[in-house]
């Protein structure tokens, strides 16, 4: 009986000792899940938090980049007449700051551009009608100059059908994008009207199915049958929804200004360019006199109400790259009557 216990016991010890193995395996199996989790855990808000100050501080640079661009446009020294020479207008095509001489930042891997255009010297699609909301007309010399620019675009040979499925594998050219765009913009339902011009397409639509009222922004467009992507891509840089119906001879690139009128030629463009880029560009004692010399007085007289020599709204847009990000800015700012204040900040966007 003594044997027989003493085995049992033996047995038992050694059943017990392999679960205690077990359950200890387990706990220190589970011990170092706990410590990686955590250590894991801690790694990711060490990042997260690191994100997060560094698109703080991206920000903060951005907006002071912003504010660098309105200091440039206050220190024009010629703020009546806008041309390429201007201080701010370096910055037109893009351009990085020198980040440890203008803003004192020397932080490594910092680099920082910024962008100024003026609205003045890009089309303004809104120039098509003129006159309050209930009483808006067809402005035909920007009607058929906007048709003329989306001519030099090459949309009558894109070859782009309509997105919006509104009108299937229908291909709007150039001249049915004005119309279009009119409807659009109009306060009446129906189609846009005129003997020498294209008919629109409001008519044959179910009602309300365009707003009646002046585009507010350039991304509206993508929503208007016609206004493809590839089409978008190249009309957002170069054509304002703001409220100027002139264009900035001395800024405007050679499309827009050739599309001012019918009888202006490339040579023409040409000369108006190189003119502008002397040391003293188109101003409002020369612009009569020099323009009618390149295009004639009946050519400038047909023009003279749609273009100007200054720029009153700017598009800024600055980029940071912190690290392995970017960040981006845009801001629109606007002169002040007062030439001592900074141009004031109009809508500021951060993507």
Same mark, same amino acid.
């Given at each position: ?167 299937? /594998? ?5 001249? &049915? *994008?004005?119309?279009? @765009? ?5 306060? +009446?339902?129906? !189609? ?90 188109? /101003? ?5 006199? &020099? *323009?009618?010399?390149? @295009? ?5 007289? +047909?023009?003279? !109400? ?46």
């Amino acid at each position: 009986m003594r044997s027989k216990s003493a085995s049992k016991i033996r047995l038992y010890s050694h059943h017990d000792q392999g679960v205690a193995l077990i359950m200890v395996l387990f706990i220190v199996a589970l011990c170092s899940i706990i410590v990686i989790n955590l250590t894991y855990s801690s790694y990711l808000e060490s990042r997260l938090s690191n994100a997060s100050i560094k698109s703080l501080q991206a920000e903060y640079l951005l907006k002071s980049t912003i504010n660098f661009a309105r200091i440039l446009v206050k220190e024009d020294t010629s703020p009546q007449v806008d041309g390429p020479a201007d201080i701010w207008a370096k910055f037109s095509l893009g351009q990085a700051i020198p980040v440890s001489e203008y803003l004192g930042i020397t932080e490594p891997g910092l680099n920082i551009e910024i962008e100024i255009q003026a609205e003045e010297a890009k089309i303004p699609l809104r120039g098509i009608l003129t006159g309050d909301s209930a009483s808006a007309k067809v402005n035909k010399k920007w009607r058929d100059a906007v048709m003329r620019y989306f001519q030099s675009l090459n949309f009558d040979q894109d070859g782009q059908k309509d997105h919006t499925n509104t009108f299937p /594998n229908r291909v709007f050219n150039a001249e &049915e *994008l004005v119309a279009v @765009l009119v409807d659009y913009m109009d306060k +009446d339902s129906d !189609s846009y009207q005129d003997d020498d011009f294209t008919p629109g397409v409001e008519g044959s639509l179910e009602a309300d199915f365009f707003p009646n009222r002046r585009i507010r922004r350039i991304g509206e467009l993508q929503t208007i049958p016609g206004f493809t992507p590839l089409r978008m891509r190249q009309l957002t840089p170069t054509t304002t929804v703001f409220r100027n119906n002139r264009i900035n001879i001395n800024l405007a690139n050679a499309n827009i200004i050739k599309s001012l009128h019918e009888d202006i030629t490339d040579a023409e463009v040409e000369l108006i360019e190189e003119f502008r880029n002397r040391e003293e560009p188109f /101003n409002n004692q020369n612009l009569r006199t &020099e *323009l009618t010399n390149i @295009l004639g007085e009946e050519v400038y007289n +047909d023009i003279s !109400s749609m273009i100007t020599v200054k720029s009153r709204w700017f598009q800024v847009t600055a980029k940071v790259d912190y690290g392995t990000t970017s960040y981006f800015m845009r801001s629109y700012i606007s002169r002040s009557n007062d030439p001592n204040e900074l141009p004031r900040i109009r809508s500021v966007e951060l993507f």
